[in-house]
């Protein structure tokens, strides 16, 4: 089965309001994980990446904090924005000379006006 | 100036047809990937291809085959296609060494 997996598949948040979608990796050989943001038609698109070496890093209006002991990873969304509705995906890389990454099944992010 | 460009959007086919899909980027980069993306939004790796090695996931039936004419292209070759093959395909690229891949818009294939 996926080593990466999402806690909740839906979230509806109000405009303005914090977001926090969850993610649980199963691999502590991981050494990059990614955050993505896929809109309606459209492939994924980066939004921020973190290494293992680290536990927490932002971006504008995005953080990612990296919880190694519980294999736990999330992305937070400050002052949510319609513009952010979409479905949000954690990716792992399982390292090795191809960097390929392990998707987990996605959080389908929905922001209420 | 799309950096990783898919063609066709849209497929629709009949069982047992071959078909192809197409990816160019631009960016440099040198491995390319296919994922496929099933209805319920699940991203799954097929095979990840730079010049030296080819990395083809163990579930993807022998039907599908990656060709790369050069680095900046990976072609997608499908063939005696399923019902089971519908699905959204998308063409990614990225640095060796880097986790970031980049996205095409990708292809929806429908079977029918």
């Known amino acids: 089965g996926e080593s990466v997996g999402l806690h909740l598949p839906t979230l509806s948040v109000q405009e303005g309001d914090n977001s926090i979608i969850n993610c649980a990796y199963s691999?502590?050989?991981?050494?990059?994980f990614i955050w993505y943001k896929q809109e309606s038609g459209k492939g994924p698109q980066f939004i921020i990446d973190i290494r293992s070496n680290m536990d927490k890093r932002q971006g504008q209006r995005v953080t990612v904090l990296l919880n190694k002991t519980v294999k736990h990873l999330s992305l937070q969304i400050a002052a949510t924005q319609p513009g952010d509705s979409a479905v949000y995906f954690c990716?792992?890389?399982?390292?090795?000379?191809?960097?390929?990454?392990?998707f987990g099944k996605g959080t389908k992010l929905s922001v209420k006006p | 100036d799309t950096a990783v460009s898919q063609t066709p959007k849209y497929l629709v086919t009949q069982m047992g047809n071959d078909k192809s899909i197409k990816c160019e980027q631009n960016?440099?980069?040198?491995?390319m990937y296919w994922y496929k993306q099933d209805s319920k939004k699940f991203l799954k790796i097929m095979f990840s291809?730079?010049?030296?090695?080819?990395?083809i996931n163990e579930t993807v039936p022998n039907r599908f085959s990656p060709k790369s004419p050069d680095k900046a292209h990976l072609n997608l070759h499908i063939n005696s296609l399923e019902l089971g093959d519908s699905a959204v395909y998308f063409c990614?690229?990225?640095?060796?060494?880097?986790?970031?891949?980049?996205f095409g818009q990708g292809t929806r294939l429908t079977v029918v």
């Open positions: 960016l440099g980069h040198d491995t």
């Open positions: 691999n502590s050989a991981s050494d990059y």
């Open positions: 291809y730079n010049n030296k090695e080819l990395i």
């Open positions: 990614a690229s990225s640095l060796v060494g880097t986790g970031e891949a980049f």
């Open positions: 990716a792992e890389n399982m390292g090795g000379s191809q960097g390929n990454l392990i």
